[in-house]
């Protein structure tokens, strides 16, 4: 029943009535919305559950500590994972000068050093992992990326933002290896004069290149009717930027929840780019789990504990026109990253995850999680995921199908990351736009796919090779039972 009615409201949606096919290329597409699927039977889009990997690393140093927090996770050239973060050991107002940004590195994921960098002296030591501090409120957000884009000079090749709204607004910054930062420009590029809210700025806010749309894209926090809200903003030089556009949210089975949204996280999926995804900070201003007993017991700062946070999965498709620019998709309301066992984990402010998910194994992707803020035992914390894990088209013991909407590949044959029991399977089959099978290439010709890959090639009794029906408007039936396939791509 469930099924049926998110089919009847799929094809009754903007989203089910495209006017032409999709171009889908040979871009990988993951089951993390709603976009290409027309028609579900007996099969539905089911988030999944990132495993707890356990402490990442600790903000055990004294200029980190129980304020440390806003931490970004940079994928450099050779393959290494560099984690940036605001070290913060006292509360104080946003953009202090005892705010500074540090970094943690890593081979894996899973063990992380604190380098010794000498740029800084902090606390009377150059024995630290400081990259930035004094820098006129930059340290309290400071969010930077590596630029891929062609051509960018030697000395731009990292990039960030930084700054508040009591600072004058976003900081642009620059990097020849992200260790060594200078500001792009004396002034703000994002000024409170361009933001037409009461106030801005004040969490990460989140910069990148997007291959996708060929700009630089700005995600950053406002306040929108008193609640935390996203706007976007577009630059072809990272200099000048577009006035912002506020982010809705669509949900297609119900209207979506306009939510406190503390960070949002926005990134290029590193499989897929043209698909970005948001594991944002969802936040419940005065919701509060904890007794004063139960507070005092964790030794949480006293003014951090009368509210709550987790985490949450959104994606958005600008790439695919104007009416995806300023729109989330939230295919699922449910939380993504639920507060563990125990009562530090249901403090104000904790549950944030950091800005992108990173791979951390050949199966496997993780998300990083700030915990226990404003506590002495404050870290960050490794989550898991198989590789284009976030959520899956999922079908039960009874078996059913899916159908995609008219689509258009280039490549010649159809790779599948799937699981299935030892009683299921997947079957794919192509139909014309009317929704005629293709001969060779129907349902009834394709042989059952078994087992558990992330790069299984599916077979008809002609063999691999699709090449012939590249070009063509099409489309695909999913046929499923007891599995769930997370992502596809047509390969050269």
Same mark, same amino acid.
Not at 143 to 153: A, C, L, Q
Not at 201 to 217: G, T
Not at 465 to 470: K, W
């Given at each position: 029943?469930?099924?049926?009615?998110?089919?009847?409201?799929?094809?009754?949606?903007?989203?089910?009535?495209?006017?032409?096919?999709?171009?889908?290329?040979?871009?990988?597409?993951?089951?993390?919305?709603?976009?290409?699927?027309?028609?579900?039977?007996?099969?539905h889009?089911?988030?999944?559950?990132?495993?707890?990997?356990?402490?990442?690393?600790?903000?055990?140093?004294?200029?980190?500590?129980?304020?440390?927090?806003?931490?970004?996770?940079?994928?450099?050239?050779?393959?290494?994972?560099?984690?940036?973060?605001?070290?913060?050991?006292v509360?104080?107002?946003?953009?202090?000068?005892?705010?500074?940004?540090?970094?943690?590195? $890593?081979?894996?994921?899973?063990?992380?050093?604190?380098?010794?960098?000498?740029?800084?002296?902090?606390?009377?030591?150059?024995?630290?992992n400081?990259?930035?501090?004094?820098?006129?409120t930059?340290?309290?957000?400071? $969010?930077?990326?590596?630029?891929?884009?062609?051509?960018?000079?030697?000395?731009e090749r990292?990039?960030?933002?930084? /700054?508040?709204?009591?600072?004058? /607004?976003?900081?642009?910054?620059?990097?020849?290896?992200?260790?060594?930062?200078?500001?792009?420009?004396?002034?703000?590029?994002?000024?409170?004069?361009?933001?037409?809210?009461?106030y801005m700025?004040?969490?990460?806010?989140?910069?990148?290149?997007?291959?996708?749309?060929?700009?630089?894209?700005a995600?950053?926090?406002?306040f929108?009717?008193?609640?935390?809200?996203?706007?976007?903003?577009?630059?072809?030089?990272?200099?000048?930027?577009?006035a912002?556009?506020?982010?809705?949210?669509?949900?297609?089975?119900m209207?979506?929840?306009?939510?406190?949204?503390?960070?949002?996280?926005?990134?290029?999926?590193?499989?897929?780019?043209?698909?970005?995804?948001?594991?944002?900070?969802?936040?419940?201003?005065?919701?509060?789990?904890?007794?004063?007993?139960?507070?005092?017991?964790?030794?949480?700062?006293?003014?951090?504990?009368?509210?709550?946070?987790?985490a949450?999965?959104?994606?958005?498709?600008? %790439?695919?026109?104007?009416?995806?620019v300023?729109?989330?998709?939230?295919?699922?309301?449910?939380?993504?990253?639920?507060?563990?066992?125990?009562?530090?984990?249901?403090?104000?402010?904790?549950?944030?995850? %950091?800005l992108?998910?990173?791979?951390?194994?050949?199966?496997?992707?993780?998300?990083?999680?700030?915990?226990?803020? %404003?506590?002495?035992?404050?870290h960050m914390?490794?989550?898991?995921?198989?590789?284009?894990?976030f959520?899956?088209l999922h079908?039960?013991?009874?078996?059913?199908?899916?159908?995609?909407?008219?689509?258009?590949?280039?490549?010649?044959?159809?790779?599948l990351?799937?699981?299935?029991?030892?009683?299921?399977?997947?079957k794919?089959?192509?139909?014309?736009?009317?929704?005629?099978?293709?001969p060779?290439?129907?349902?009834?010709e394709?042989?059952?796919?078994?087992?558990?890959?992330?790069?299984r090639?599916?077979?008809?009794?002609?063999?691999s090779?699709?090449?012939?029906?590249?070009g063509?408007?099409?489309?695909?039936?999913?046929?499923?039972?007891d599995a769930?396939?997370? $992502?596809?791509?047509?390969?050269?």
């Open positions: 029943m469930k099924s049926q009615l998110l089919s009847l409201l799929l094809l009754a949606s903007p989203l089910a009535a495209a006017d032409a096919p999709t171009n889908i290329g040979s871009r990988r597409e993951l089951f993390a919305d709603s976009f290409l699927l027309e028609s579900f039977s007996g099969t889009l089911q988030q999944q559950t990132p495993r707890d990997e356990g402490v990442a690393f600790k903000f055990d140093q004294p200029w980190e500590g129980l304020f440390s927090g806003y931490a970004t996770l940079v994928t450099l050239a050779d393959g290494r994972l560099r984690a940036y973060y605001r070290g913060k050991a509360a104080n107002k946003d953009g202090s000068e005892e705010e500074v940004t540090c970094v943690a590195e $890593s081979t894996d994921g899973r063990h992380w050093t604190k380098p010794e960098l000498g740029l800084y002296e902090v606390m009377g030591t150059r024995k630290n400081v990259v930035l501090m004094k820098a006129h930059a340290t309290h957000n400071f $969010s930077p990326f590596r630029d891929t884009r062609p051509g960018v000079p030697e000395d990292f990039k960030a933002f930084g /700054g508040t709204m009591e600072g004058g /607004g976003l900081t642009a910054w620059k990097s020849p290896d992200g260790l060594r930062w200078e500001k792009i420009t004396p002034e703000p590029v994002i000024t409170k004069a361009m933001v037409p809210y009461k700025f004040d969490s990460q806010n989140v910069p990148f290149w997007s291959a996708a749309e060929d700009k630089y894209v995600y950053y926090r406002v929108e009717g008193g609640i935390r809200r996203i706007v976007r903003s577009e630059s072809k030089d990272f200099r000048t930027w577009s912002p556009v506020l982010m809705e949210y669509r949900n297609s089975s209207q979506a929840p306009v939510e406190h949204l503390y960070t949002n996280q926005t990134h290029p999926y590193f499989r897929a780019p043209h698909l970005y995804v948001a594991i944002a900070a969802r936040f419940m201003p005065g919701r509060r789990v904890l007794t004063d007993e139960q507070a005092a017991a964790i030794h949480v700062n006293p003014g951090y504990f009368k509210d709550t946070s987790d949450i999965f959104m994606t958005t498709r600008p %790439a695919e026109g104007a009416a995806h300023g729109m989330y998709d939230r295919t699922f309301l449910e939380g993504f990253i639920r507060g563990g066992i125990g009562a530090q984990n249901w403090v104000s402010r904790t549950n944030y995850p %950091a992108n998910v990173v791979p951390t194994g050949p199966h496997e992707m993780s998300v990083f999680v700030n915990q226990d803020y %404003a506590q002495p035992t404050a914390r490794r989550y898991s995921l198989r590789t284009d894990g959520a899956s079908c039960g013991y009874a078996g059913g199908h899916a159908i995609t909407k008219p689509l258009i590949f280039t490549g010649r044959e159809l790779s990351n799937f699981s299935t029991s030892a009683a299921g399977g997947v794919v089959g192509f139909e014309d736009a009317d929704g005629k099978p293709v060779g290439f129907g349902l009834e394709c042989v059952m796919q078994i087992g558990n890959e992330l790069d090639k599916v077979t008809w009794k002609s063999g090779d699709v090449s012939t029906l590249a063509k408007t099409l489309r695909l039936r999913f046929s499923m039972k769930d396939i997370f $992502s596809f791509q047509f390969m050269p």
